[in-house]
């Protein structure tokens, strides 16, 4: 289990990082369905919503549409054209 704060290796059972504390986030929960991840997937089991995978990602316009993950300053979906909401 890898903290997403300052990636220190921990225990894969681990709740909380051995080093900076911040709690280790053991699945990835889908926004669109609140469905539960492992950690390690990029498309949601529920339904096929493609997961958030960093803090990095979090700021990019997810298409509603195809669940293409675009840049901020673009207004429509680079994979499907779909308008993307803000
Ligand atoms: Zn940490
Ligand atoms: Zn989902
Ligand atoms: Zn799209």
């Known amino acids: 289990m890898k903290c ?8 894969e059972r681990a709740n909380f990082c051995k080093k900076c504390g911040s709690r280790l986030s053991s699945t ?7 469905h539960e991840n492992p950690p390690d997937s990029v498309f949601c089991n ?4 493609r ?12 298409c ?6 675009n840049d901020p ?9 779909q308008k993307l909401r803000v």
């Not at 509603?64 to 993950?69: E, M, N, P, R």
């Open 4 to 11: 997403t704060k300052c990636g220190t290796v921990n225990l």
């Open 28 to 34: 990835l929960v889908c926004s669109s369905c609140k």
């Open 73 to 81: 300053g673009i207004e429509y979906c680079v994979n499907c054209n």
């Open 51 to 62: 997961l958030a995978s960093s803090k990095t990602r979090q700021r990019q316009k997810v």
């Open 46 to 49: 529920g339904c096929g919503q």
């Open 64 to 69: 509603q549409s195809c669940g293409f993950a």
